[in-house]
């Protein structure tokens, strides 16, 4: 193995470099992967395009101690070069991405998400838009035998969807919705379906992105071009849907999961809107709505079961965009993904030249 490796390092808006840097040094508790492909999401474009908002730039970041330029990439899988920690050489592991402590009180409730020294590799320290990447042994799962590189590359946002599924607590009977049926609600949507049999319906506008829907288990699928809260409330008798999941982050729709829901139900926040959306603090008081929010994932509890849906052979090949090299990420991945042109998951492989 060389000393130095090809990574993709941010250097602020619209500045991501493929330089060759030195291949990181596993600390204790750390195995070093061979990344074999990682991918790209919102976070990513939007650091390309209007950041820096997350890599920390002027100051340490106060969980991982990195300040300044940034390998970028929280969406990898990797082949173990130095085993350890449970790990051999040659194995294929999916990772994490999120760093917790293990010790503090959020850790100690099993929220390791919300660790009070959390931290991303690829967003807050150096990640796996590389040929290599050192990462703790805590947040890699093995790869099941017969799992697709291509298709394992998506557990990571699989399992942030898996995790959102679970924090909308649905109860059998529930009537859910889903607003967006981009890359997120598609992997809510999976989510759902794994953990429960509830009918869910999903919204967005006519076309694939809704007719893929079907095929991963919506039961109803509603035009967003029409009056969607009267869509709702007529296929619910009036009385609107016990769980809305707003996954999609357009203006409005926050609003609109509001007035769909019904009196008594659950609102769970997912898409992150530009703008901020109005709410009508009055309907939510007098109707007794309760509104939850959910960030990233919980390692032990989202990642392997993650695999396990991808290992089913539907949801990869339904979500996969396109593989590309590091060399063409800018003009054929964060550009694409941050002009809103992509409705599935792009993923790089570090081996490939152009």
């Known amino acids: ?72 990439g929280h969406e990898f899988v990797g082949e173990v070069v130095s ?5 051999a050489a040659g194995d294929l592991v999916a990772a994490g991405a999120g760093v917790s ?7 100690g409730e099993g929220r390791t998400n919300l660790c009070r020294r959390y931290y991303t590799l690829g967003l807050n320290a150096p ?21 697709s590189l291509d298709h394992a590359g998506l557990a990571q946002p699989l399992a942030v969807g898996l995790h959102a599924a679970r924090r909308a607590g649905v109860r059998p009977g529930d009537s859910v919705v889903v607003i967006g049926a981009g890359a997120i609600g598609s992997f809510v949507l999976a989510g759902l379906r794994h ?3 509830n009918e869910v319906t999903v919204l967005d506008f006519a076309g694939d992105k809704l007719d893929r829907a079907t095929r991963l288990g919506a039961a109803h699928v509603v035009d967003a071009a029409g009056d969607v809260v009267a869509a709702v409330r007529e296929r619910t008798g009036g ?18 999961a509001v007035r769909m829901v019904t009196d008594g139900g ?3 926040a997912v898409g992150l809107p530009k703008q901020a959306p109005t709410v009508d603090l009055f309907s939510l008081v007098l109707r007794e709505i309760t509104v939850e929010s959910t960030v990233a994932h919980v390692c032990g509890e989202d990642v392997a079961p993650a695999l396990e849906i991808l290992a089913e052979g539907v949801l990869g090949a339904e979500l996969l965009d396109s593989v590309i090299g590091l060399d063409d990420l800018t003009e ?17 492989d570090p081996g490939r030249r152009s």
Request: aromatic fraction near 4%.
């Open 332 to 348: 054929h991945g964060l550009a694409r993904l941050a002009a809103g042109a992509v409705d599935g998951k792009v993923l790089i």
């Open 195 to 197: 953990l429960s049999d």
């Open 127 to 147: 990640g796996g838009l590389a040929e290599y990447v050192a990462a703790p042994a805590s947040m890699l799962r093995p790869v099941p035998d017969g799992l």
């Open 266 to 268: 659950r609102v769970l």
């Open 83 to 87: 085993g350890g920690s449970g790990f």
């Open 239 to 256: 009385r609107g849907a016990d769980v809305v999941i707003e996954a999609s982050g357009a203006p409005g729709q926050f609003e609109n």
């Open 1 to 72: 193995m060389t000393e130095t490796m090809r990574a993709a390092v941010y250097h602020g808006r619209h500045d991501v470099r493929i330089e060759e840097v030195p291949v990181p040094r596993p600390a204790a508790g750390e195995v070093l992967l061979a990344v074999r492909r990682s991918g790209i999401c919102g976070s990513d474009a939007t650091e390309w395009a209007a950041g820096p908002k997350q890599v920390p730039f002027t100051s340490p970041h106060p969980g991982s101690g990195h300040v300044g330029p940034m390998i970028i």
């Open 101 to 107: 402590c293990g010790q503090c009180d959020r850790c």
